[in-house]
């Protein structure tokens, strides 16, 4: 009797030990997908998309929602380069994908609330809309 309860007792932890390590297994590969897929997610950075114009010394980004005030570095005079290339008139706006750093810092001559701080450039493309301007003079 001794011997089938101690035979019971340890076929009944080894089918246990058996499932536990898959369990554990499931674990791990979930938090590495979940890893993979945030890494630039996790980075502090914010994607924006919207109109993009640069002239006379400050640069603007309008979305749908905002308009951030652009903070001058090497990456807005970037991407004001790669916009000059879809550009009739030099305060013509352009279709941009960037991310970066929004900030609500003081400025002494960014006046705007949100202001950004561009840190990648993802895309750059012409506006959706035709130029609805009203030239006037001309």
Known sequence: ?????????????????????????KEIDASTESNERTAKQSDGLTLL???F??????????T?????????????LELDKMADAYKKEPTDMVSVE???????QKDEKILWE??????????????????????IGQ
Do not use: W
Not at 1 to 25: G, P, Q, Y
Not at 98 to 104: A, E, F, L
């Open 49 to 51: 998309k919207g109109e």
């Open 53 to 62: 114009v640069y002239h006379d010394g400050a640069a603007v980004l309008q």
């Open 64 to 76: 749908h929602a905002q308009i951030y005030g652009v903070l001058i570095t090497d990456k807005m």
């Open 114 to 135: 949100n202001k950004l701080e561009i840190v990648e450039i993802l895309n750059v493309k012409r506006p959706k809309e035709e130029d609805n301007t009203i030239k």
């Open 1 to 25: 009797m001794k011997r089938i309860v101690f035979i019971v007792l340890i076929f009944t932890a080894f089918i246990s030990c058996k499932n536990d390590s898959k369990s554990e297994n």
């Open 98 to 104: 960037v991310r970066g750093k929004i900030t609500n």
